[in-house]
T-cell receptor
């Protein structure tokens, strides 16, 4: 079964420091991977996604992620953290359930809360 | 010009009551979803509808009944509310049902508290 594991439920960095949020997936087929961000009391917003092609994906707000098939990883990075980056981050994989007629759904990781301190 | 909207934003009610949450998308998408986010922020799909037709039901208790009057609306009705139903419920939509690369757009969420 396809699944997503996010290592570290809480990550704390200093403003200006590198942000690294880890995501590993399990999938028997080529995965479609997503990172979403949830700011306090708001809905989820897509940061970036990997479908096919280039393995380094650039998203909004200076974030990027690299798909590494050999490591089954899709870690999210940002070179320099900003106070406004404090939020919950979710990694997700798109799966096509058996007998669903091709319809698909997102499986989310448990989320990583990013705190940015001055 | 909100893309995916939900009402109400907050809902506080007593155990045993029946309540509804409404969702509307103005993106022209074919597919809509309901997700439940529990107190630990874990997000799980509940239902998916394509053009008013139920396509995914994730073994949700039958106290939860989604209804889609048209493809722009997906409402969630919950009967006999229980304490464990307290959560944030998110509606989402995507353009093409079978395209795995499609982005899902989420609403702002409805925080349901059952007392």
């Amino acid at each position: 079964a396809q699944s997503v594991t996010q290592l570290g439920s809480h990550v704390s960095v200093s403003e200006g420091a590198l942000v690294l949020l880890r995501c590993n997936y399990s999938s028997s087929v080529p995965p479609y991977l997503f990172w979403y961000v949830q700011y306090p009391n708001q809905g989820l917003q897509l940061l970036l996604k990997y479908t096919t092609g280039a393995t380094l994906v650039k998203g909004i707000n200076g974030f990027e992620a690299e798909f590494k098939k050999s490591e089954t990883s899709f870690h999210l990075t940002k070179p320099s953290a900003h106070m406004s980056d404090a939020a919950e981050y979710f990694c997700a994989v798109r799966v096509v359930p058996l007998f669903s007629g091709g319809y698909n759904k997102l499986i989310f990781g448990a989320g990583t809360r990013l705190a940015v301190h001055p | 010009d909100t893309a995916v909207s939900q009402t109400p934003k907050y809902l506080v009610t007593q155990m045993g009551n029946d309540k509804s949450i409404k969702c509307e998308q103005n993106l022209g998408h074919d597919t809509m979803y309901w997700y439940k986010q529990d107190s630990k922020k874990f997000l799980k799909i509940m239902f998916s509808y394509n053009n008013k037709e139920l396509i995914i039901n994730e073994t949700v208790p039958n106290r939860f009944s989604p209804k889609s009057p048209d493809k722009a609306h997906l409402n969630l009705h919950i009967n006999s509310l229980e304490l464990g139903d307290s959560a944030v419920y998110f509606c989402a939509s995507s353009q093409r049902t079978r395209m795995v690369s499609d982005t899902q757009y989420f609403g702002p969420g409805t925080r349901l508290t059952v007392l």
